[in-house]
């Protein structure tokens, strides 16, 4: 497996388990904790799609060195 794909699935089941503590902490109700931790990564998922799309349509936008071209 390669091993980007390892690193992006490590760090999808990092962020799925803080959410669900973090929701668990607020709440103190799994079921809410889960639904919660389930639920947030998908909208941001949505929400970082959008934030890109509108960073790539602003003006005077430089790219940067590290940023790979073609």
């Known amino acids: 497996m390669p091993r980007q794909l390892i690193k992006t699935m490590t760090y999808s089941l990092m962020h799925l388990t803080i959410a669900i503590a973090v929701a668990f902490a607020l709440t103190r109700n799994w079921h809410a904790a889960l639904a919660i931790g389930l639920i947030e990564p998908a909208v941001q998922t949505i929400a970082y799609t ?4 509108l960073w790539a349509r602003l003006p005077g936008r430089r790219r940067n060195a590290l940023e790979p071209t073609g």
């Open 50 to 53: 959008f934030h890109e799309r």
